[in-house]
Nanobody
């Protein structure tokens, strides 16, 4: 499975961004997809995930109500709509894929990773 993240950039506090991750590979439709982020000097942390069929979503408490994850199975793409951004959201955002079912929040639970896209929120 190959993952290509895009959509990062510079945005003012309170603004919005939409990240996309294009997944490719024969079995990608059977993988749950997720977003993680890593701020400078901090560990990589879970942001959101969506099940292989798109029916179940999970969010970190810090983004719940502001971020929305969605999946376009026909295009093998996962999106992360980020609203009401603040400086704490500044990080490199990574998409990842796993065969683990249920709420998978740990980095080690994911088998494949994209290259990351930088989101910078200016205050």
């Amino acid at each position: 499975v190959q993952l290509q993240a895009s959509g990062g950039g510079l945005v003012q506090a309170g603004g919005s961004l939409r990240l996309s991750c294009a997944a490719s590979g024969r079995t990608v439709s059977s993988y749950a997809l997720a977003w993680f982020r890593q701020a400078p000097g901090k560990e990589r942390e879970f942001v959101s995930a969506i099940s292989w069929n798109g029916r179940t979503t999970y969010y970190a408490d810090s983004v719940k109500g502001r971020f929305t994850i969605s999946r376009d199975s026909a295009k093998n793409t996962v999106h992360l709509q980020m609203n009401s951004l603040n400086s704490d959201d500044t990080a490199v955002y990574y998409c990842a894929a796993t065969t683990t079912t249920g709420r998978a929040e740990r980095v080690y639970e994911y088998d494949y990773w994209g290259q990351g896209t930088l989101v910078t929120v200016s205050s």
